[in-house]
């Protein structure tokens, strides 16, 4: 009844009804939420209130500020959707096609385009796009842990219900659509698996924590200081609002969130360039903090394809009758896996033998079997799982074919049928042959493992081959094995297998179930856990680890769920990943001590000026001079750094220990000059406002050469650049007119260069107090101990101790 399919006709029709499927949402926020993201925030509210406030009272320069407002704005907006123009082109790339009957012609389809009673066709591998009743089966299994929690798949029958957001472990079959859209599983489980979020990001919670900080402090601060200049301080109407506006506008980290967002729109975008799709933004800053990377074999270590090695027929078998019986089972098989693709390529042609039963090969049972009209049934499988009893001499071949790094597939045969449901393996199965299967070694293998171990990596291989065929594998590519490979397929306990990852980094047989049972168990031992995979088998792994990193050319179940997608499947793109999230890393830290020194000397400069009920020693557009030439354009700039050091936890601890006492000491140099100024007689208003911004110009500058370390030629190109720029406004008069600033006495100049070289001394030898009791800030030196570890900090290497990524030219 359902053979064919819908018509084009019904297709349309159930289109026009709205009967469709909801369409996969691309990676990144929309454009909604990213004009929301950049526009509506609580610090542009504040700050478009106090520009009302400086338009009403004048003059003009002081409302610069509104400039650098509205320019941060669109800055942000549009990095972020040139981000996401490159991130929707990557994820059509990356987007499985769900395979689909109609008219009587199987077509491949966007799974957004299934409409209700569509025949969808579904094999090993699939994620199934929505709710169905299975029509037709040829073995198919289907993993629903996502939905029960059940680690084993299951088998389905006809008429039996697949929920979509299941995965098909092997076998295939048809459905008909019975629930699409928001009816279906699909669409929630889509959109959880691909939704923008940072909430599991330590930089976005530190930047959070510090925000909450900087919002309980600054509001009765600024409240305070409002009440002080218009009550207290006895200065006109319209200069105490202007005090007032300069004081609450600095203490808001304006530029924080910006280029924060700003920081990881651009590490996806030169990601994306080296056709590498984040899924989510917070991937590349886990990736830098991952200190344990679970690796398959096939696909990872080794090329995905196999190629026949060699067969070597058993006990009475001619080999003409074991090629024939290959063939046929390669004949016959609808959803091949890489071994039957190998047999077909090595033995092509039919040899017209009907097929009476089918077993689809499953990683959980490892062995696949076919039962002909008239010869029998033949059986695929790992030796292990056959439980066959072979000579000394079989065993000797297999054990050195397994040693030299070659799959081995054991050929059994039987005379009788399969048993009850199919799962049983036939009475009478007796070995035929040894198939041995080759793969060849990715070139970029040894180099990315090479450069993994050394930034402090842990590398596991969790592979469903032989321990034997892992281990050599693993020593070629230089994965230190820290003990004898380990049968996985003999843990029957969780505390088996912690004990198996705690004295080998190679396990071979490892079940499905065992993949996301060794990287929870990593977890609990206080590691961060990346997962590449490429495998329905990897699909719950990938979920379970921190970060889950998927192949391109792998399962579309496996991209699925994969935060990271190596679109061309290449091991060696995982250092490039490492490597940007340590960038994003460094800068947003960089950035955040910028800013966060800047609220901490402002709120302490108004809590100064509530207590002495003085006028604030600025007006908006002396902290507008400051803050373009000290934070706001070297912000940008180190925002898009491209060092990559290594990443400690602790962002927001980190950036307090640095910006208290930088924005303390900030703060006493800039006011000690002001007060002294104010004392000085015929020294006017203007004049003392002018001395303070000097100071903290100076100051400000010191703190960028702090943050900007190492000064390497392009960190001291900036510096020089913002020392020339910011000091070069007081020479051409007119900018001194506009911004309102009066030269002070050489007496107070020349005060003013002690001062502020004795702060930068002072924060100097603060700095390194903190860094050598073990507070690090801005450079974090040493081992990190067990409690960082525990926190996802992989051990560190000499500063001065470098380490190149494989395939960087630019690096090497």
């Known amino acids: ?80 959707l040139r981000t996401k123009r490159s991130l929707d082109r990557l994820a059509v790339l990356t987007t499985p096609k769900t395979h689909v009957v109609r008219d009587g012609v199987s077509r491949d389809i966007d799974p957004g385009d299934v409409v209700l009673d569509d025949v969808v066709e579904l094999f090993p591998g699939d994620q199934v796009p929505v709710d169905g009743w299975l029509i037709e089966t040829r073995g198919i299994e289907i993993d629903e842990a996502q939905l029960t ?83 207290r301080t006895h200065q006109s109407v319209a200069d105490a609002l202007r005090g007032s506006v300069a004081g609450v506008g600095a203490m808001v980290p304006e530029g924080l969130v910006l280029l924060t967002s700003i920081a990881f729109a651009v590490g996806a975008l030169r990601l994306a360039r080296q056709r590498v799709l984040i899924q989510e933004l917070a991937a590349i800053e886990g990736l830098a903090r991952v200190d344990l990377l679970c690796i398959d074999k096939t696909g990872t270590l080794t090329d995905a394809g196999l190629a026949l090695h060699s067969m070597e027929p058993l006990g009475t078998h001619a080999r003409a009758e074991l090629g024939m019986a290959l063939a046929a089972i390669a004949a016959n098989e609808t959803a091949p896996n890489a071994t039957v693709r190998a047999i077909a390529a090595a033995l092509p042609g039919d040899p017209g033998w009907t097929l009476r039963e089918l077993v689809p090969f499953s990683s959980v049972r490892r062995w696949s079997a076919y039962g002909f009209e008239g010869h029998g049934t033949w059986v695929l499988g790992a030796p292990e799982a056959l439980g066959m009893t072979l000579s000394e001499h079989e065993a000797a071949t297999l054990c050195d074919h397994q040693s030299a790094g070659l799959r081995v597939v054991l050929v059994a045969s039987s005379r009788t049928a399969l048993k009850g449901d199919g799962r049983t393996l036939p009475e009478g199965l007796a070995p035929a042959a040894i198939l041995a299967f080759e793969e060849r070694l990715r070139p970029d293998a040894a180099d990315t493992i090479a450069y993994l171990l050394a930034q402090g990596i842990t590398i596991k291989v969790l592979s469903g081959d032989s321990p034997l065929t892992v281990g050599a594998v693993g020593r070629a590519v230089g994965v230190p094995p820290a003990g004898e490979p380990v049968d996985a397929s003999r843990l029957d306990t969780d505390e088996a297998l912690a004990g198996a990852l705690e004295t080998t980094n190679i396990l071979g047989r490892v079940g499905p179930e065992q993949k996301p049972a060794a990287v929870r168990i990593l977890q609990e031992r206080g590691h961060v856990v990346a997962m590449l995979g490429d495998g329905v088998n990897d699909v719950r792994a990938l979920k379970q680890a921190d970060l889950g990193i998927a192949m391109g050319a792998g399962s579309g179940s496996s991209r699925a769920v994969a935060r990271i997608v190596l679109l061309d499947s290449g091991f060696s793109a995982v250092p490039r990943v490492l490597q940007e999230g340590r960038k994003v890393i460094a800068n947003i830290e960089r950035v955040a001590n910028l800013f966060v020194t800047k609220t901490v000397y402002a709120v302490l400069l108004a809590a100064v000026v509530v207590v002495g009920a003085v006028p604030f020693p600025f007006f908006p557009r002396h902290l507008t001079l400051v803050t373009t030439f000290t934070i706001g354009a070297p912000g940008l700039f180190l925002a898009l750094a491209s060092r990559a050091p290594r990443a400690a936890p602790g962002f927001a601890g980190r950036v307090l220990r640095f910006t208290i006492p930088t924005g303390a000491v900030a703060a006493a140099a800039c006011f000690s000059l002001y007060a002294v100024c104010r004392a000085t007689p015929h020294t006017s208003a203007s004049q003392s406002r002018t001395a303070a911004t000097l100071a903290l110009l100076g100051v400000g500058i010191w703190v960028l050469a702090l943050v900007s370390r190492p000064l390497n030629p392009p960190h001291v190109l900036l510096l020089a650049a913002m020392v020339i720029g910011s000091f070069s406004v007081f020479a051409v008069p007119l900018a001194r007119r506009v911004l309102s600033l009066q030269i002070p006495p050489p007496s107070v100049l020349l005060l003013g260069l002690v001062i502020v070289l004795a702060a930068c001394v002072l924060m100097w030898l603060l700095l390194g107090l903190s860094e050598r009791y073990g507070w690090p800030t801005t450079r974090t030196k040493g081992k990190v101990g067990d409690a960082d570890r525990a926190k996802g900090a992989p051990p560190r290497r000499p500063d001065n101790q470098a380490v190149t990524s494989p395939g960087s030219a630019s690096e090497r």
């Open 1 to 80: 009844m359902f053979r064919d399919g819908l018509t084009a006709a019904e297709v349309a029709a159930r289109f026009a009804a709205g009967r469709v499927n909801l369409a996969r949402p691309a990676p990144g926020r929309t454009v909604t939420q990213i004009l929301r993201a950049n526009l509506l925030t609580r610090f542009n509210a504040i700050l478009g209130a106090l520009l009302v406030v400086v338009a009403i009272v004048g003059p003009a320069q002081d409302a610069l500020f509104g400039i650098v407002l509205v320019s941060n704005a669109a800055i942000g907006i549009f990095q972020e």
């Open 149 to 231: 929690g059940e680690a084993a798949p299951v088998p389905k029958v006809l008429g039996e219900r697949v929920l979509s957001g299941t995965f098909v472990t092997s076998g295939s079959g048809r459905i008909r659509a019975q629930a699409v859209g928001a009816d279906s599983y699909a669409g929630r489980l889509e959109s959880e698996a691909r939704r923008f979020s940072l909430t599991r990001s330590e930089l976005q919670q530190g930047t959070n924590r510090i925000l909450r900080l900087v919002t309980w402090v600054m509001v009765p601060i600024g409240v305070l200081l409002v009440v002080t200049e218009l009550v």
